[in-house]
């Protein structure tokens, strides 16, 4: 069984940092892409950051500069750094996986207070 377990979320104040982490278990073979999206309440979900297999990485454009995605493939985990968050950073986040199939984390809430 798969599972996609995330921690670090939390409530921030303006300017502050966190930090992610997403572990995968029970996924068979490489993972080729890991990436972090968020949700904010009455949007749709968008894409934060992405790392492919080789270590290549993409931001949305509201966090670059800010936010660094980074991997450990021996642990199957990736990670977020979030710096300078700002309230617009307020969303629940979620990991997402890519080997054989794809697979979604349960999400971890963010909050960033004025």
């Known amino acids: 069984q798969v599972r996609l377990v995330e921690s670090g979320g939390g409530l921030v104040q303006a300017g502050g940092s966190l930090r992610l982490s997403c572990a995968a278990s029970?996924?068979?073979?490489?993972?080729?892409?890991m990436a972090w999206y968020r949700q904010a309440p009455g949007k749709q979900r968008e894409a934060v950051a992405v790392?492919?297999?080789?270590?290549?990485?993409n931001y949305a454009d509201s966090v670059k500069g800010r936010f660094t995605i980074s991997r450990d493939n021996a642990k199957n985990t990736v990670y977020l750094q979030m710096n300078s968050l700002k309230p617009e950073d307020t969303a629940a986040y979620y990991c997402?996986?890519?080997?054989?199939?794809?697979?979604w984390g349960q999400g971890t809430q963010v909050t960033v207070s004025s």
């Open positions: 790392i492919t297999s080789g270590g290549s990485t």
């Open positions: 029970g996924v068979i073979g490489s993972i080729n892409l």
């Open positions: 997402y996986m890519v080997a054989l199939h794809a697979y």
